[in-house]
């Protein structure tokens, strides 16, 4: 009953029933190594293919590795799946968002980092009330 009301009504969760459908007559064109599953078909309005992705678990977009984020951005035709694709040194792996997280990253002088704020110099005078 869970699955079915999660397939119901969560689209960050994987796909729902309204995916299922649409993916009527796409073809599975592969899966990557997050296991992320790859599809294509049909003919967008500016008549480039349709291409889809449905994420293994939470829909987030930067989960998509560089050579599958070319083909589904329509960089190159043949999707890695179907070539020799390795990725280039300076391609780093996925790292998930840390938005929020005690893994933010937090510039110097931010108030949630740790240590001590620097002190204010420069040409900066602070405001001081009745002044």
Do not use: C
């Not at 889809?52 to 678990?57: A, I, K, S």
């Not at 990253?105 to 110099?121: D, F, H, I, Q, W």
Request: charged letters at 20%.
């Amino acid at each position: 009953m869970k699955n079915l009301l999660l397939l119901t009504f969560t689209w960050w969760n994987k796909y729902t029933v309204g995916t299922l459908v649409a993916l009527r007559g796409f073809k599975r064109v592969g899966e990557d190594e997050l296991g992320n599953v790859y599809y294509e078909g049909g003919k967008a309005s500016y008549g480039l293919p349709k291409r889809w992705v449905v994420y293994n678990g939470y829909a987030e977009a930067s989960s998509i590795p560089p050579g599958w984020h070319g083909w589904m951005h329509h960089r190159t035709d043949v999707p890695p799946s179907q070539e020799n694709y390795v990725a280039k040194e300076w391609q780093k792996p996925h790292r998930a968002n840390a938005t929020g997280s005690a893994l933010a990253y937090r510039p110097p002088g931010s108030l949630a980092a740790t240590g001590e704020r620097p002190r204010v110099t420069g040409d900066y005078d602070a405001w001081t009330p009745g002044n």
